[in-house]
């Protein structure tokens, strides 16, 4: 098992890779193996590497097994994690604003109230996780972030729409089925053809937002906030709805098989 996994993380730093790959190779990956449970560095040990990282840029963990520590309140700006493994970490009010979060295993993570303002977070698994309150604006999404939670989170202007460019590695898109959005700022947000699954996006702010060809089936919106967002394409089959949203919600798909209250 331990062999498996340092192939998985070989080929995640390796190479970017999509995240139907990374999904994929969960299947048949041991998350309970040392490999993805367990932490290689201290809290001090990453305090120390955080001081000494030279000015004006962040420090390096790329690859490295910081699973399960307590990182809470820590500075990470602009550092590299691209690829390690960060696994039910706390790093609740950390800061990683311009981070590198790219191909990363956060499973269960708690970032709750952290600052990620424009971070990079490519094809990241973040299944679970705790992003309440988070700020996350201008950062790049593309991560799987099934059944997370992002309360209240700060999304305005974030790009979590289908990376386009690399249609050969697979749709490269956010993920967000069955999170919870509630309240959450998507003002202004790139959400084409994200995952939108059975999210709670009741009372969210997705003014402005492009929701072009995301698939939002099963989706709560009710009391979201959808002046001047782009709906074409959106597929809205069994979401529920208010009334007085259908006509913000013309051009989307499925429209009719809505639940509207």
Partial sequence: MRLMAGVLTLALAGAPACAAFAQDAMRGLDLASPDMTTAEMTRAEVEAALKAAPAGRGADFSGKRLSGLDLSG????????????LNHANLSHSHLDRATLDQAWA???????????KASLFATQMEGARLDGANLTGARVTADLTGAHLV?????DADCGADEQNQSMGLMRATFKSADLTRADLSRANLARADL??????????????????????????GALLQG???????????????????????????????RE
């Fill in 74 to 85: 820590l500075d990470f700006t602009r550092a590299n994690l691209r690829a390690a493994r």
């Fill in 107 to 117: 499973l269960g993570a708690d970032l709750t109230g952290a600052s990620l303002v």
């Fill in 152 to 156: 209240g989170a700060r999304l305005e």
């Fill in 197 to 222: 699954r059975f999210a709670k996006l009741s009372d969210a702010n997705l003014e402005g937002a492009t929701l072009r060809e995301a698939d939002a089936s099963g989706a709560d919106l009710r």
């Fill in 229 to 259: 967002a782009d709906v074409s394409g959106l597929d809205l089959n069994s979401a529920r709805v208010d009334k007085a949203s259908v006509p913000y919600l013309a051009k989307a798909i499925n429209l009719d098989r809505a639940f």
